[in-house]
């Protein structure tokens, strides 16, 4: 099974910047894509932004789009979410989870269960 474990999270002002880290452990795919996912507050959890074993292949969802930017270290099994100009309606629990075929990503067919997730607070 594979263990997910999200950190980076904070309390920022509209306009700032944060960087979230996810790790996985555990017995993970040879060749997995990864994603970002996010849970506001009364609202269903929504995709974010996945990427390719290498990273050649990316894609966001439209509100963070020009934003928000994803990587990921393979050697470390962490994904990164650079969030810049951040603004209140990102507020959210923020997720990471991976699958073997990246569009099930953009599906949010994940393999993992949930982790913990990384509170993101923007205040006006």
């Known amino acids: 099974q594979v263990q997910l474990v999200e950190s980076g999270g904070g309390l920022v002002q509209a306009g700032e910047s944060l960087r979230l880290s996810c790790a996985a452990s555990?017995?993970?795919?040879?060749?997995?894509?990864m994603g970002w996912f996010r849970q506001a507050p009364g609202k269903e959890r929504e995709f974010v932004a996945a990427?390719?074993?290498?990273?050649?292949?990316?894609y966001y969802a439209d509100s963070v789009k020009g934003r928000f930017t994803i990587s990921r270290d393979n050697a470390k099994k962490t994904v990164y979410l650079q969030m810049n100009s951040l603004k209140p309606e990102d507020t959210a629990v923020y997720y990471c989870?991976?699958?073997?075929?990246?569009?099930?990503?953009?599906?949010?067919?994940?393999?993992?269960?949930w982790g913990q997730g990384t509170q993101v607070t923007v205040s006006s």
């Open positions: 989870n991976l699958h073997r075929e990246f569009y099930n990503i953009l599906r949010m067919s994940v393999l993992s269960p």
């Open positions: 555990g017995r993970t795919p040879s060749i997995y894509a």
């Open positions: 990427i390719s074993w290498g990273g050649g292949t990316i």
